[in-house]
Structure formats: structure tokens, C-alpha cells
């Protein structure tokens, strides 16, 4: 089972340079999240989508941008990449039920230099 | 707009002591609560929930943790911790937004360190 599948797991970028991180989720879930985790700041939610073509802003989203075009797949931004981007991102599903659990990715480590 | 506490950073126990983590959550409407753990490397997974019903619910590996609605509180407990439980431990709120969307919030998450 695949679950929800993040790339790249590691990138490092230089300061200025963009990137997409991918997210893709094989469960059919409406909801999917992108949070970033720091030390001593847990996990902060930058943007999240409650289905295909729909995205909101968390509760640190400046310098990010989401794209939803495809159910399965939610797509995180850099447009120009920032030290204190620097971060492991994790990409999260979930079903409409606010019981229901959130299902996480791997993870992914992006160091801007 | 909802918000998770959890009070203890840091925590370090030795083997067979007895665990509990704190969790507060301020929010007025219905929430689902959520106990998360991260093992040293990999990504979070449910320890267990609650949403209805017993306000004790119990978990995977022997943990549980208590709703208590007037306290606003979801606190985490084991009786007798492992070695294996070392790991950070997040507590977390599932609630409705302005816009009626479900939005997860997370506590910035407490590093248990068992020591054998």
C-alpha cells in the first residue's frame, strides 16, 4: 500500500532558486495538507485542500504556493526559495469525517543555503 | 481560531515509570482529539482518538489518554513506559472552521526519552 507518497525526500537549494514539492495520495481522500515541522515549533499547517481545485491559506503560508488539480495530487511551491524555508515538509490526507485520522507522507527535507 | 497547549517539551523517564503527557485545547464547538507519535526518523502516526462517547479511549502500545470537556483537556498516559517509546508525541484538534471546512491543529509536541 502506498499511502500518501512525497517527492524528492531531499533537496537542497540555493537562495532565490524554486521548487515543487509533490504529493500523492492513493486513499481517494478529499482532504490534503501540507504542514512544515521545526524544532521546538511542532507542525505548522502552510496550506490544505478540502477537495480537487479548492486551497486555503494556514497558518504560515507566505512564500508558499498550492495547486490541487488532480484529486490524488497536491502540489507545494517555492517561487524563491528562503533560509528560514529551510525545513522537512510533510504532506497529509484524510476523509471529510472530523473523526477521521490524517495520513501522513514521509517527509521531506529541503535545505536553502 | 483553535488552538493546541501540550506543557511538557521535554520529558525523560526511566523504564516501567509511568507517563503522562499533557494536552489542552481551547476552541468553543465540537472537536475530534487526536494523540500523534513520531518514532526518531519517520513520520507521524495515530497513537489513538476521540471523538465520541467514553471519554477514556485507548490506543495502540498501551497508551490512553482521558477527555475531560470542562478542563479542555486530552492528557496522554501509559502506566509503565518502554524503551521503544521514545519518540515525540503530538496532540491534536480536528475542528470545523469560519468557512465550515475541518482544519487540524497541531501542539508543537512533547520528546519523550526513555532510558533503559
Known amino acids: 500500500n502506498a499511502g500518501v507518497t512525497q517527492t524528492p525526500k531531499f533537496r537542497v537549494l540555493k537562495t532565490g532558486q524554486s521548487m515543487t514539492l509533490l504529493c500523492a495520495q492513493d486513499?481517494?481522500?478529499?482532504?490534503m495538507y501540507w504542514y512544515r515541522q521545526d524544532p521546538g515549533m511542532g507542525l505548522r499547517l502552510i496550506h490544505y485542500?478540502?477537495?480537487?481545485?479548492?486551497?486555503a491559506k494556514g497558518e504560515v503560508p507566505d512564500g508558499y504556493n498550492v495547486s490541487r488539480l488532480k484529486k490524488q495530487n497536491f502540489l507545494l511551491g517555492l517561487e524563491s526559495a528562503a533560509p528560514s524555508q529551510t525545513s522537512v515538509y510533510f504532506c497529509a490526507s484524510s476523509s471529510p469525517p472530523l473523526n477521521a485520522e490524517l495520513f501522513f507522507g514521509e517527509g521531506s527535507r529541503l535545505t536553502v543555503l | 481560531a483553535q488552538s493546541v497547549s501540550q506543557h511538557n517539551h521535554h520529558v525523560i523517564l526511566s523504564e516501567a515509570a509511568s507517563l503522562e503527557l499533557g494536552c489542552n485545547y481551547s476552541y468553543g464547538g465540537t472537536v475530534n482529539l487526536f494523540w500523534y507519535v513520531q518514532y526518531p526518523g519517520q513520520h507521524l502516526q495515530l497513537l489513538l482518538k476521540?471523538?465520541?462517547?467514553?471519554?477514556l479511549v485507548k490506543g495502540i502500545k498501551g497508551f490512553e489518554a482521558e477527555f475531560i470537556k470542562s478542563k479542555f483537556s486530552f492528557n496522554l498516559r501509559k502506566p509503565s513506559v518502554q524503551w521503544s517509546d521514545t519518540a515525540e508525541y503530538f496532540c491534536?484538534?480536528?475542528?470545523?472552521?469560519?468557512?465550515?471546512?475541518?482544519?487540524?491543529?497541531f501542539g508543537i509536541g512533547t520528546k519523550l526519552q526513555v532510558i533503559p
Open positions: 476521540y471523538f465520541s462517547g467514553d471519554p
Open positions: 486513499m481517494n481522500h478529499e482532504y
Open positions: 491534536a484538534v480536528n475542528a470545523r472552521n469560519s468557512g465550515g471546512y475541518q482544519k487540524v491543529t
Open positions: 485542500s478540502v477537495g480537487e481545485g479548492t486551497t
